[in-house]
């Protein structure tokens, strides 16, 4: 961790809330608004959040399942949407959702309009512009705040108890 954050303090609530008291917590709340308003399907909205997270290879986020009312995307899920090009267990939204989370992640100058008019043709057929521009902001929380935990070494030292092993202070 890149980040010296005092004895006892959690290293994401020290970081996202102390160290920048007029922008962290204002980057916590469109995190949680993220998910607390999304209208997405859990398994879309899933797809998407996990394939942002192997982009951004973060531990924490990889690690973490969304839960809505108890529900939550069954144990290897994750490795369905690593291969969401391929998998069986995907639904064609759920595919389109991890597709462009990869594209926005990894080649957002591909996504330009008329670059691959294709790709858009078949994401505006399967999902309405609320529900894109919904999936877009959701993905921009995701990839510039499980970024940052990467980026800072907050992701390791801050691991889910599913992976304490990976745990380093």
Not at 10 to 38: K, L, N
Not at 49 to 71: F, H, K, M, P, Y
Not at 109 to 129: I, T
Request: aromatic fraction near 10%; proline fraction near 5%.
């Amino acid at each position: 961790m890149l980040i010296d954050v005092p004895d006892g303090k959690d290293p994401i609530t020290y970081v996202w809330g102390e160290m920048v008291p007029h922008i962290g917590p204002a980057a916590a709340r469109f995190s949680g608004a993220v998910y607390e308003h999304t209208t997405l399907e859990l398994r879309e909205f899933e797809a998407a959040r996990l394939r942002i997270a192997q982009s951004n290879g973060c531990v924490l986020c990889q690690d973490w399942r969304t839960e809505r009312d108890g529900a939550h995307v069954e144990d290897g899920f994750d490795e369905e949407v690593r291969a969401w090009r391929t998998s069986p267990v995907l639904t064609d939204r759920e595919r389109l959702a991890a597709e462009y989370a990869e594209r926005y992640a990894e080649d957002h100058h591909g996504l330009e309009p008329g670059v691959d008019a294709a790709f858009w043709d078949r994401m505006f057929a399967a999902y309405s512009q609320r529900e894109v521009v919904e999936l877009t902001m959701c993905l921009g929380s995701w990839l510039a705040f499980g970024r940052l935990n990467r980026v800072l070494g907050l992701d390791v030292a801050c691991v889910l108890p599913s992976h304490p092993q990976r745990a380093v202070r």
